[in-house]
């Protein structure tokens, strides 16, 4: 990867949406080749997803909590039960294994703190291998973005 798939990279993960155009424009180089880098990074999965980025709050999702949770067992089968069930919830929108007080790290959006609640009796209390979960909601956000350092 050179400075050129990086400055596309750049113009694209600020918006997918520029033209192949204007993307040969800032980096100097011919329409066909900017096709032909944006093919070789989508192969390479450097680039693994080109989507729209929606505002919450005119969707009805007031509420994101960022949750903290520790995990009763260390049995690998539990362990990739929970991952999964993570993985697959859709109110889940972003989930790390982290290393430190907490097993995992899961931020949730619901409509309101009663959807959050029937979201934490669905997804912790349902589940026994749950030891703790601590949440924090989200006053305001201050930054929230995909882009990476690049």
């Given at each position: 990867?050179?400075s050129i798939?990086?400055?596309?990279?750049?113009?694209?993960?600020?918006?997918?949406?520029?033209?192949?155009?204007?993307?040969?424009?800032?980096?100097?180089?011919?329409?066909?080749?900017?096709?032909?880098?944006?093919?070789?990074?989508?192969?390479?999965?450097?680039?693994?997803?080109?989507?729209?980025?929606?505002?919450?709050?005119?969707?009805?999702?007031?509420?994101?909590?960022?949750?903290?949770?520790?995990?009763?067992?260390?049995?690998?089968?539990?362990?990739?039960?929970?991952?999964?069930?993570?993985?697959?919830?859709?109110?889940?929108?972003?989930?790390?294994?982290?290393?430190?007080?907490?097993?995992?790290?899961?931020?949730?959006?619901?409509?309101d703190i009663?959807?959050y609640e029937?979201?934490?009796?669905?997804?912790?209390?349902?589940?026994?291998?749950?030891?703790?979960?601590?949440?924090?909601?989200?006053?305001?956000?201050?930054?929230?973005?995909?882009?990476?350092?690049?």
């Amino acid at each position: 990867m050179d400075s050129i798939d990086r400055s596309l990279l750049d113009q694209l993960q600020k918006n997918a949406r520029t033209s192949i155009q204007s993307l040969a424009d800032a980096t100097g180089i011919s329409t066909a080749s900017v096709q032909r880098r944006m093919r070789a990074l989508r192969e390479a999965g450097v680039i693994r997803k080109e989507v729209a980025i929606l505002d919450p709050e005119p969707l009805g999702l007031g509420v994101t909590a960022i949750v903290a949770v520790e995990l009763e067992r260390d049995r690998l089968d539990q362990i990739n039960a929970f991952k999964r069930k993570a993985r697959e919830d859709r109110q889940v929108t972003h989930f790390y294994c982290i290393a430190g007080d907490a097993d995992f790290v899961l931020v949730v959006m619901a409509r309101d703190i009663a959807d959050y609640e029937a979201f934490t009796h669905r997804f912790f209390f349902a589940d026994r291998n749950v030891r703790k979960f601590r949440t924090s909601i989200v006053v305001s956000t201050e930054k929230a973005t995909s882009e990476l350092p690049i």
